[in-house]
C-alpha cells in the first residue's frame, strides 16, 4: 500500500533527521515504528503525511509516488495523520471537531459522524461537550476519530500514549486494535515500544535517521537484542 524508499529529509536547508530510511506497510496491516529518541520516528512520518519537503528519496501510495503532493492532497487521496500534540480544537465541540476532520468531504460528513458516534458511544454522549473538557484518553480517541472522517486507507498516529495514564493507554490500544480489525492499514510511533510491537503485524527500528531492522513484529518483541536496546531488558 505504501512504501517509502531512500527518505533523506529534516526541518532545514542543512539538517538531515532522516538518512535514508524505508518502510513498507501492506493494505490492512499495522506497522509499528521504534527506536531511541532522536532516531526520526516522528520526522517519518510527518514526511509520509506530506509536512515536510524531501531531499531525496521516494514515497509511494498504492504505486504511485507521492512525494510531491501537498498534505492535502495526500489527505485526499487517502492518508490521514494524528499528531501526538494539538491534535483536536479545545474550545469546539466533539461533533464540531468531527465537523472539521470531514471538511475534504462536507457533503459526507453527517452520516461519517452520526457512523462514528455509534463506533465511539463515549463521543457521542459527550457530543456537545467543548474538547478541552475531556480526558486525555478521550481526546485521543476524538483526535482519531476526526481522522477516520476522511475514510483512510492509511492512518498515521504519532506517540497516542504520551502522557496517558497506564489504564488509559490500554483502552486507547484497544482502540487502535479494533480500527486495525476494520481494515484500515496503520502506521504508528509509540512511546511504549513493547506494547506497540504486542498489537502490530510489523516492526521496523529506526536509529540514527536509518532503518536497520525490519520483521514480524511479535518476534522482534521476544528478540533478546531488541529486548536489551528498546524494551528495557
Known amino acids: 500500500?505504501?512504501?517509502?524508499?531512500?527518505?533523506?529529509?529534516?526541518?532545514?536547508?542543512?539538517?538531515?533527521?532522516?538518512?535514508g530510511a524505508e518502510l513498507t506497510v501492506e493494505p490492512?496491516?499495522?506497522?509499528?515504528?521504534?527506536?531511541?529518541?532522536?532516531?526520526?520516528?516522528?520526522?517519518?512520518?510527518?514526511a509520509v503525511a506530506g509536512l515536510l519537503r524531501l531531499k531525496s528519496g521516494r514515497i509511494t501510495l498504492e504505486g504511485r509516488a507521492i512525494e510531491g503532493l501537498s498534505p492535502r492532497a495526500r489527505a485526499k487521496a487517502g492518508i490521514a495523520f494524528v499528531p501526538q500534540e494539538a491534535n483536536v480544537f479545545p474550545t469546539m465541540t466533539v461533533r464540531e471537531n468531527?465537523?472539521?476532520?470531514?471538511?475534504?468531504?462536507?457533503?459526507?460528513?453527517?452520516?461519517?459522524i452520526?457512523?462514528?458516534?455509534?463506533?465511539?458511544?463515549?463521543?457521542?454522549?459527550?457530543?456537545?461537550?467543548?474538547a478541552?473538557?475531556?480526558s486525555g484518553g478521550q481526546?485521543?480517541?476524538l483526535a482519531m476519530a476526526?481522522?477516520?472522517m476522511v475514510q483512510p486507507k492509511l492512518l498515521l498516529l504519532d506517540e497516542p500514549s504520551a502522557g496517558l495514564?497506564?489504564?488509559?493507554?490500554?483502552?486507547?490500544?484497544?482502540?487502535?486494535?479494533a480500527i486495525h480489525a476494520e481494515g484500515t492499514a496503520i502506521l504508528m510511533v509509540e512511546q511504549n515500544a513493547r506494547e506497540a510491537l504486542m498489537i502490530a503485524d510489523r516492526g521496523v527500528v529506526l536509529v540514527d535517521g536509518r532503518t536497520v531492522r525490519v520483521g514480524p513484529a511479535r518476534a522482534m518483541a521476544e528478540d533478546p537484542e531488541v529486548r536489551r536496546l528498546f524494551l528495557g531488558g
Open 1 to 19: 500500500m505504501m512504501q517509502a524508499i531512500g527518505v533523506v529529509c529534516g526541518y532545514g536547508a542543512a539538517d538531515e533527521i532522516l538518512k
Open 114 to 130: 452520526e457512523a462514528l458516534f455509534a463506533r465511539f458511544p463515549l463521543l457521542a454522549e459527550k457530543r456537545r461537550q467543548a
Open 165 to 177: 495514564s497506564p489504564k488509559a493507554a490500554e483502552t486507547l490500544f484497544d482502540t487502535i486494535v
Open 139 to 141: 481526546r485521543q480517541v
Open 98 to 112: 468531527l465537523e472539521m476532520g470531514g471538511f475534504l468531504e462536507s457533503r459526507a460528513a453527517g452520516a461519517r
Open 28 to 46: 490492512r496491516q499495522l506497522v509499528a515504528i521504534i527506536g531511541p529518541n532522536g532516531a526520526g520516528k516522528s520526522t517519518l512520518l510527518k
Open 132 to 134: 478541552r473538557t475531556l
Open 146 to 148: 476526526m481522522a477516520l
